[in-house]
């Protein structure tokens, strides 16, 4: 007898949208009295905000009620309680099982409490199984540990009957991530970066390996650390790839792509998701730019409610031709990214297409230098490639600042450094884009 | 190895004869009991029940690290993780700094070398730990330090390999494992169902197999590494 698989990993995927804010309400109430008891920050917030979660009865009253928070909120709290977790839990809560945090790439990792599993978890078997994968399927997992161990993620694919390889996120591991695909023909994969797929690249340069072979099992990838820039798009779909791209939804949990590529699917029975304005706090209409704030309504560990990501995003309410319900948020970039040159705004996404398009720096690695809020030249730390320069460096500085300030209409200051000296300054899957040194 | 058996992977880790890095398919028995292994060596040392444990690792070592997270948290302890990385010897000074795990499983030289690298000093930032290391460098580099209590933590090919609180050698899972001593070379043979079987299989590991009666009271073969 074959076994017939849903084309949904939970129905909750495609609940009709009152169906899916009746659940949202029922969890976020009990949310909130969950995390009243468990998260001094939480407490603390709304107390000082004199709203208590007995006044919420509804999304609506939620929504005019509660206080917003950021990280600096968390950071605060703990350097002036001496709190490691920075009231998000306690570390003698009897059902705190393990200790996740984020990637620290703005300073000290930020530790969150989880229980066995969390959210992100369930998000991604959902996110694997659109792409395909069923059980007895095997799937290469190159990820990293801080998300919640080596076990991270392993229950949720255990019980899907997902068998995970295991790799680590870095390009040595590339010969033995080859020779697993080849073996155990994975039909899907954990996490590429673009590290990774510029490690490739340069791997299929001088190897006998076809890409397109060794990688014909997968039927699908999740891309992260940043957005997917065109030239990697060609260099993968040329190897023929399928790459889903996933992002941040907060520090809690992952939207990523569906097959139709339009947007990052939010799973909003696992969070309660709004845009607000950066300032008034208002909700802007679907479509506008405001900035993304989660409520975690699934974890009952995770004290993230209105949490501000500082992420600036659109959302899209609309009915995804994959079938869920559920919304899609574009990013438009990072509050805190943003750098003001002569009072012009600027964005790491406006110079990242313009390096990767030359020859000598087409791995796209840069870092714009952030000397104060505002500035009066743009000093970008340029990644290039030894092997691909054909006069002398000096030139290619110029000529990039030259490029660079006609189309930012701006001044621009070029600091050259070889590709893989920039790599160094990054975690595994990406380099910091805005640093202030 | 000697091949395949019918019990069916739950997870593809890896190990290394030495010589070369190979796969290893495990089922999810054979994680539960290692993990039980695990915690009967754990109960050799007084642990302070519900303490953070840091483990630093890399994502490759599914197949040692798996079964000892699985451990700590059956018995009431609280993981948190740091990648075995230079890179990321910052969220491991972080940790020790905020959190202050009485217990470090994992550390290795690189590790050792980034806490350097950002300024700081290990020996001062393990002071008052149980730190079980990987690698013979990051041993040697720590041994004697004073408030350190220094323990081994190694792969013997695919036998995950620890000391107890006795520090005498590296315990190997009796039931699990049948271990041997070639010319000083260290082979093992699976003694249960496993996804991948293994008959004498090198280890790429120096030492001496000691079968002697070890004072932590856990019965089984010990590897002393050379």
Redesign the interface.
């Known amino acids: 007898m074959s076994t017939s698989y849903p084309q949904y990993f939970s129905t909750a995927e495609t609940l009709p949208r009152d169906q899916l804010r009746q659940l949202q309400e029922v969890r976020l109430l009990t949310t909130l009295a969950r995390t009243w008891e468990k998260s001094p920050l939480f407490k603390q917030l709304w107390t000082d905000a004199g709203v208590h979660p007995r006044d919420i009865s509804s999304i609506e009253d939620f929504e005019h009620l509660a206080p917003c928070f950021d990280k600096d909120d968390i950071r605060r709290y703990r350097d002036l309680h001496s709190d490691p977790c920075g009231g998000l839990f306690r570390l003698d809560d009897p059902d705190l099982t393990t200790i996740v945090s984020t990637s620290g790439t703005t300073g000290d990792p930020t530790p969150l409490a989880m229980r066995l599993r969390t959210g992100v978890h369930e998000g991604y078997v959902r996110d694997f199984w659109h792409m395909g994968m069923r059980p007895g399927d095997y799937i290469a997992q190159p990820v990293f540990t801080f998300r919640g161990g080596v076990g991270n993620g392993f229950i949720a694919q255990w019980e899907a009957g997902f068998i995970p390889l295991y790799f680590s996120h870095e390009p040595a591991e590339l010969p033995r991530l080859i020779e697993g695909s080849k073996r155990f023909r994975p039909v899907a994969c954990g996490l590429i970066s673009s590290p990774l797929i510029l490690a490739f690249e340069k791997y299929f340069d001088t190897a006998d390996d076809d890409p397109r072979e060794v990688f014909s099992s997968y039927k699908g990838l999740i891309y992260g650390g940043e957005a997917l820039s065109p030239r990697l798009k060609k260099l993968t779909d040329d190897w023929g790839l399928n790459l889903f791209e996933t992002t941040g939804l907060g520090d809690m949990m992952s939207g990523t792509q569906c097959s139709a590529k339009d947007g990052f699917h939010a799973y909003e029975d696992l969070a309660f998701v709004e845009c607000l304005h950066p300032v008034t706090n208002e909700p802007v209409a679907d479509g506008d730019v405001g900035e993304l704030v989660v409520t975690n309504i699934h974890d009952p560990f995770l004290a993230m409610v209105r949490f501000r990501t500082d992420d600036l995003v659109t959302l899209n309410r609309e009915p995804c031709s994959c079938g869920r319900t559920h919304l899609r948020y574009d990013i438009q970039g990072r509050k805190s990214d943003q750098i003001l040159v002569q009072g012009k705004a600027v964005l790491p996404k406006d110079i990242r297409y313009l390096v990767e398009a030359r020859h000598e720096t087409a791995a796209g690695l840069f870092q714009i230098i952030r000397t104060g809020r505002q500035m009066d030249v743009l000093a970008v730390r340029v990644g290039y490639n030894p092997e691909r320069l054909s006069g002398a460096l000096k030139l290619l500085g110029d000529s990039l600042a030259e490029e660079l300030g006609a189309v930012l209409e701006i001044p621009v200051r070029i600091e050259l450094v070889v590709d893989d000296e920039l790599l160094k300054l990054g975690p595994p899957h990406k380099i910091p884009r805005v640093t202030k040194q | 190895m000697s091949g395949d058996t019918s019990t069916p992977?739950?997870?593809?880790?890896?190990f290394s004869d030495g010589r070369k890095?190979h796969?290893l398919p495990l089922s999810?028995t054979e994680i539960e009991r290692t993990s039980w292994f695990y915690r009967r060596i754990l109960t050799t040392y007084t642990l302070p029940y519900?303490s953070?444990v840091l483990?630093i690792?890399?994502?490759?070592?599914?197949?040692l690290?798996?079964p000892l997270?699985?451990a700590l948290?059956t018995d009431g302890f609280?993981?948190?993780?740091?990648?075995a990385?230079g890179?990321?010897a910052?969220?491991t000074e972080?940790?020790l700094r905020?959190?202050?795990p009485p217990l470090v499983f994992g550390l290795n030289m690189a590790v050792v070398a980034g806490l350097e690298a950002l300024g700081h000093s290990p020996e001062q930032l393990l002071a008052g730990r149980i730190v079980w290391v990987r690698d013979e460098d990051a041993y040697r580099r720590l041994a004697g330090c004073p408030g350190i209590t220094l323990r081994r933590w190694q792969e013997v090919g695919p036998a995950p390999g620890i000391e107890c609180m006795g520090g005498e050698g590296l315990h190997l899972h009796d039931l699990e494992w049948l271990v041997t001593e070639d010319d000083g070379w260290i082979s093992v043979t699976s003694k249960l169902n496993r996804a991948l079987t293994f008959e004498r299989q090198a280890t790429g590991v120096r030492g001496r197999v000691v079968n002697t009666v070890c004072r932590c009271g856990v019965h089984g073969p010990r590897v002393i590494w050379d």
């Not at chain 2, 992977?9 to 890896?14: A, H, I, K, Q, S």
């Not at chain 2, 690792?57 to 197949?63: N, Q, V």
């Open positions: 992977p739950c997870l593809v880790g890896r890095v796969f999810d519900r953070v483990v690792s890399k994502f490759e070592d599914a197949a690290v798996i997270e699985r948290v609280i993981p948190c993780n740091a990648e990385t890179f990321d910052a969220r972080s940790f905020r959190l202050n």
